[in-house]
């Protein structure tokens, strides 16, 4: 069974770093490409990062890059998005996402929350 | 960016009644379009990929359709697990985006 686990939610202070987790089982995760996408306390959803199966390819969101970098370790089926400079408005549950057909995103996470507050 | 808008924001069905959801995008996608089912407190689910390819699992009474810049999300016959927030999500190109969601609630 296909599962993906995030981890490393929780409250930071505005200006504070923070680094998620992603644990993935159940399928050749260096096979696959993900993503991060989060979503704030009742709004929509946001797509924030991407990266290829090897790593080599990263696209990021305007309103995270330069603050956010997203990372894989194969070896150890991980995803990480490490996050810096937070702000407020970062605010949000976190998914990671399984990339399948085109780049629709077909398993997803439970979602870990960072309350970003002083 | 390309802008994804959906319609209506909230959609009143009864039970086994027709839904009818909208995404327009602002320039083509050509079939580079996903939907997505998401229930109170519960993570996305992938309901529909390539704009009309159910993915796996997902029930007949799901259907999609479009191309270009007009995509439409059918549900047949809502049964009482159909309703939650919709979302259309464009992947053609980056970064992706996501439309505003559309509810789907008990009329």
């Known amino acids: 069974e296909v599962q993906v686990v995030e981890s490393g939610g929780g409250l930071v202070q505005p200006g504070g770093s923070l680094r998620l987790s992603c644990a993935a089982s159940g399928f050749p995760f260096s096979s696959y490409e993900m993503n991060w996408v989060r979503q704030a306390p009742g709004k929509g959803l946001e797509w924030l990062s991407y990266i290829s199966s090897s790593g080599s390819i990263i696209h990021y969101a305007d309103s995270v890059k330069g603050r956010f970098t997203i990372s894989r370790d194969n070896a150890k089926n991980s995803l990480y998005l490490q996050m810096n400079s937070l702000r407020a408005e970062d605010t949000a549950v976190y998914y990671c996402a399984k990339v399948g057909f085109g780049y629709s995103f077909d398993h997803w996470g439970q979602g870990t929350l960072v309350t970003v507050s002083s | 960016e390309i802008v994804m808008t959906q319609s209506p924001a909230t959609l009143s069905v009864s039970p086994g009644e027709r839904a009818t959801l909208s995404c327009r995008a602002s320039?083509?996608?050509?079939?580079?379009l996903a939907w997505y089912q998401q229930k109170p407190g519960q993570a996305p689910r992938l309901l529909i990929h390539g704009a009309s390819t159910r993915a796996t699992g997902i029930p007949v009474r799901f259907s999609g359709s479009g191309s270009g810049t007009e995509f439409t999300l059918t549900i047949s016959s809502l049964q009482s697990e159909d309703f939650a927030v919709y979302y259309c999500q464009q992947y053609h190109n980056w970064p992706q985006t996501f439309g505003q969601g559309t509810k789907v609630e008990i009329k």
């Open positions: 320039q083509s996608v050509n079939s580079n």
